[in-house]
C-alpha cells in the first residue's frame, strides 16, 4: 500500500508559481506511473499531468501543457510539480496518486486519496 502526502499549496497572483510536492510512503513506489489531479470547487476532479518511473515520459492535461511540469525523485519517494503561469482557472485543491492508464484517461490505483493542497490564484 502506498501514503500520499501532498504539500506546498498557496495562494498566489496570477503568473506566479508554485512547486507541489508529493511524499509516498510505502513499497513498489518506484514502480507506479505517479500523477497529479486537481478538484476546483463545485468541478469534478480531473487529470493535470502524470509520469513513469522516469521522467523522460510525461503527460499532461491541455489545460496545463507548456505550464506545469511534473517530476519525480525516486530515492527520496517524492514526486513534484512545477506550476508556472497560473492563472485563476488553476485554483482547486491538488492530488497526487499512483496511477494507471485506460484508454485515454489516467485513474488513481487506490480506493483513496490523500488530503490534497490548496492552490488559490488570484486574479
Known amino acids: 500500500q502506498v501514503q500520499l502526502a501532498e504539500s506546498g499549496g498557496g495562494l498566489v497572483q496570477a503568473g506566479g508559481s508554485l512547486r507541489l510536492s508529493c511524499a509516498a510512503s510505502g513499497r513498489a513506489f518506484s514502480s507506479y506511473h505517479m500523477g497529479w489531479f486537481r478538484q476546483a470547487p463545485g468541478k469534478e476532479r480531473e487529470f493535470v499531468a502524470a509520469c513513469g518511473w522516469s521522467t523522460n515520459r510525461t503527460y499532461y492535461a491541455d489545460s496545463v501543457k507548456g505550464r506545469f511540469t511534473i517530476s519525480r525523485d525516486n530515492a527520496e519517494n517524492t514526486v513534484y510539480l512545477q506550476m508556472n503561469s497560473l492563472e485563476p482557472e488553476d485554483t482547486a485543491v491538488y492530488y497526487c496518486?499512483?496511477?494507471?492508464?485506460?484508454?485515454?484517461?489516467?485513474?488513481?490505483?487506490?480506493?483513496?486519496w490523500g488530503q490534497g493542497t490548496l492552490v488559490t490564484v488570484s486574479s
Open positions: 496518486a499512483p496511477v494507471h492508464r485506460m484508454g485515454s484517461l489516467w485513474r488513481n490505483v487506490l480506493d483513496a
